[in-house]
T-cell receptor
Framework: GQQVMQIPQYQHVQEGEDFTTYCNSS?????IQWYKQRPGGHPVFLIQLVKSGEVKKQKRLTFQFGEAKKNSSLHITATQTTDVGTYFC???????????FGQGTELSVKP | KAGVTQTPRYLIKTRGQQVTLSCSPISGHRSVSWYQQTPGQGLQFLFE???????NKGNFPGRFSGRQFSNSRSEMNVSTLELGDSALYLCASSSRLRETQYFGPGTRLLVL
């Protein structure tokens, strides 16, 4: 079935270090979205990527969509304690309308 | 604009009972989706409604059902509750199908 694999499951970093999470799909995605969920909270939309090879930046966050539209990454430069949370990628496939979420990467930042 | 609201926020039920959860989308949003979130399975898609019609359904048993009203508010129902139904149930709304999802705070269901 359609699945979005996300790694790593957990990442512990020292404040100021960089962080990257990766998403991979076996089939082409129509688009990919990224969400952040703080502990005890609900997912909050960060960004959507639609075009092959697209790169978008939001301050210290850089999002990439692969050329084949099968993978994506989120990179955070110089993490801060406010970055703590679980980051989810989620994709739509051309064939169906369901938004498929990756398992998420839980980021903890040690001050 | 007010965000997505869900009621109740917390619920404790026993096995075999049924439960109804409610979701009010952002004003003007016509699409409502429901997700189940558990530590082991992550965010699992339940169903999506648009203009009172179910557009997509996830891989959940028939005990899970939902509906959407003409004002876009949505309810989901789980009958014959099982222990494994304990989860955070999230509702999300969007202005159109396949658009950005705006999540509500969720209903935390505990089945004893």
């Amino acid at each position: 079935g359609q699945q979005v694999m996300q790694i790593p499951q957990y990442q512990h970093v020292q404040e100021g270090e960089d962080f990257t999470t990766y998403c991979n799909s076996s089939t082409t995605l129509s688009n990919i979205q990224w969400y952040k969920q703080r502990p005890g909270g609900h997912p909050v939309f960060l960004i959507q990527l639609v075009k092959s090879g697209e790169v978008k930046k939001q301050k210290r966050l850089t999002f990439q969509f692969g050329e084949a539209k099968k993978n994506s990454s989120l990179h955070i430069t110089a993490t801060q304690t406010t970055d703590v949370g679980t980051y989810f990628c989620a994709g739509y496939y051309n064939q169906g309308g369901k938004l498929i979420f990756g398992q998420g990467t839980e980021l903890s930042v040690k001050p | 604009k007010a965000g997505v609201t869900q009621t109740p926020r917390y619920l404790i039920k026993t096995r075999g009972q049924q439960v109804t959860l409610s979701c009010s989308p952002i004003s003007g949003h016509r699409s409502v989706s429901w997700y189940q979130q558990t530590p082991g399975q992550g965010l699992q898609f339940l169903f999506e409604y648009f203009s009172e019609t179910q557009r997509n359904k996830g891989n959940f048993p028939g005990r899970f059902s939902g509906r959407q009203f003409s004002n876009s508010r949505s309810e989901m129902n789980v009958s014959t509750l099982e222990l494994g139904d304990s989860a955070l149930y999230l509702c999300a709304s969007s202005s159109r199908l396949r658009e950005t999802q705006y999540f509500g705070p969720g209903t935390r269901l505990l089945v004893l």
